[in-house]
């Protein structure tokens, strides 16, 4: 029996509409439909122009359409923590902010000083990051009261979308456990913190858990697009989540990297772990599939190599990522190293120069080429890899020999080996598609074609070559790590 499913996979580059296709134990993956996304700079603001998101989106569906194909169920999957304000009778209040915006940088200030870090994560589990939706909701009071006047529902990127789709409104577990406002113990919306915050608690809607059916595709999407019949499904939502649940693991003597334009290093649990540890060495605790926990640390990733790249073409010098690749594998070893994590690499005007100025303050030699620059990101996230595995085994008390590296950066071969490298564990890559692939499985176990996690997992091992990578690096790797330690907690 065959299947079909639609994967809208938003990311912060670019959307895609993937078309999945389940028979049997095997699923392959169409990419039908993929257009850009990004920050529309309006009035000085950073912002998401979602209604072309959706335009794009019923574009995919069309195309899907058009070929004679009516999938059982769709569902979209975003990046956490950016929203969408409704009212009574209005569909969008104000376009959604971008989680760049830096009108959170005071209300970040402001809430650590005034409601506290311990109990703030007490209430969450979620790490400290100025971007984190309490912040952005907290700059709506000071900033925006007209429109929290007339705001009566609250809902994150892909739960507006599926609402879109399906005219139905829930928060779907892992995409609120993003928000700093969701208490992963409770599994429902942390009240405390709604109300410090000076928000309504009706605002915040049902929350469901990963793999809930919403409803039929509405009719005016039906007409619009020729499909019929489809199942509107909250998957998981958190782009992150659906990730790690198409992770071809089995056991749990291992780790995940989702590599992107973050690197979100961490395992699964099954409850939160909420300590003073945890707190100071800035963890997150996030819902994944079957009610898991994504323990978890983000680090800003192959962001620092996006930007430098884009930086590099507004100055007329074009390299694509192979390029860079093979620049990086001929540039000095350890040359320079960088912190990923420093806040100036958060937001920059101009990404080589914050590198160049992180590398002066710090008394090291200064990348000077595209494949130094590169050399010194790559180096520096698979040391900061290697850091983060073993705060993960004291925090949880595993011992962890593999780490799984899915995601696009999985495709980077020479940052899989200094992960391998750098981490002194078996690395295994892939797959790229990890995202859209637990997007669609979570979908046909919401649907009954299959029974659980560990069903979904076998179908992504048998459908989905992985390619593995063994340390080779020696004391130059370790004598590194040390060096990095000491950085890291200079800064």
């Not at 929290?148 to 609120?176: C, H, K, P, W």
């Not at 919306?189 to 605002?203: H, K």
């Not at 003073?276 to 680090?299: P, W």
Request: hydrophobic share 40%; charged share 20%; aromatic share 8%.
């Amino acid at each position: 029996m065959t299947h079909h499913y639609i994967a809208c996979d938003l990311g912060a580059e670019s959307g895609r509409v993937i078309l999945g296709t389940l028979a049997g134990d095997k699923l392959s993956l169409d990419e039908i439909h993929r257009f850009p996304n990004h920050a529309v700079r309006v009035a000085g603001t950073m912002r998401w122009n979602i209604l072309g998101i959706f335009e794009q989106l019923k574009e995919g569906l069309r195309k899907i359409a058009e070929r004679g194909i009516q999938p059982a169920g769709v569902s979209v999957d975003s990046w956490g923590v950016d929203y969408v304000w409704m009212g009574d009778g209005q569909p969008m209040l104000t376009l959604p902010y971008h989680y760049r915006d830096p009108r959170t940088n005071a209300t970040y200030k402001s809430a650590l000083e005034s409601i506290g870090r311990q109990t703030i994560f007490a209430e969450t589990g979620i790490q400290f990051m100025p971007l984190n939706t309490m912040y952005q909701l907290l700059a709506d009071v000071q900033q925006s009261p007209a429109v929290l006047q007339l705001a009566t529902q609250f809902l994150n990127i892909a739960d507006y979308l599926n609402y879109l789709f399906s005219g139905v409104g829930r928060s779907e577990a892992s995409l609120a456990s993003t928000t700093q406002m969701y208490n992963p113990v409770s599994g429902d919306w942390s009240t405390p913190l709604i109300e410090a915050c000076g928000l309504r608690r009706d605002a915040f809607p049902e929350i469901v858990p990963s793999g809930t059916k919403l409803g039929a595709l509405s009719a005016e999407l039906q007409d619009e697009t020729g499909l019929s019949d489809a199942q509107v499904i909250a998957s998981c939502s958190h782009d992150t989540g659906a990730a790690v649940a198409a992770v071809p693991a089995e056991g749990d003597d291992w780790a995940y990297l989702s590599s992107g334009t973050w690197s979100l290093i961490g395992v699964e649990l099954p409850e939160p772990l909420i300590n003073d540890t945890a707190r100071e060495e800035n963890f997150t605790n996030e819902v994944g599939y079957g009610g898991t926990i994504r323990f978890l640390k983000n680090i800003i990733g192959l962001w620092l190599l996006q930007e430098c790249r884009r930086a590099w073409q507004r100055e007329g010098q074009t390299l694509d990522y192979a390029e860079l690749t093979d620049l990086a594998a001929e540039s000095e070893p350890f040359r320079s190293i960088i912190n990923p994590n420093d806040p100036r690499f958060l937001q920059p005007e101009h990404m080589p120069t914050a590198i160049t100025s992180y590398c002066q303050q710090t008394g090291q030699s200064v990348p000077e080429t595209p494949g130094q620059f590169t050399r010194c990101i790559l180096e520096s996230l698979a040391l900061m890899y290697g850091q983060m595995l073993g705060t993960l085994e004291s925090l949880t008390g595993r011992q962890i020999r593999r780490l799984h590296i899915v995601g696009g950066g999985s495709q980077s071969k020479l940052l899989n080996q200094f992960a391998a490298d750098a981490t002194g564990r078996t690395v295994l890559a892939g797959p790229v598609e990890a995202t859209a692939i637990g997007n669609v499985l979570i979908q046909a176990t919401a649907l009954g074609q299959l029974d659980d996690l560990v069903s979904l997992r076998r179908v992504v091992r048998n459908s989905f070559g992985i390619d593995s990578f063994e340390p080779t690096g020696g004391d130059a790797w370790s004598e590194t790590q040390q060096r990095f330690a000491n950085l890291r907690t200079a800064r």
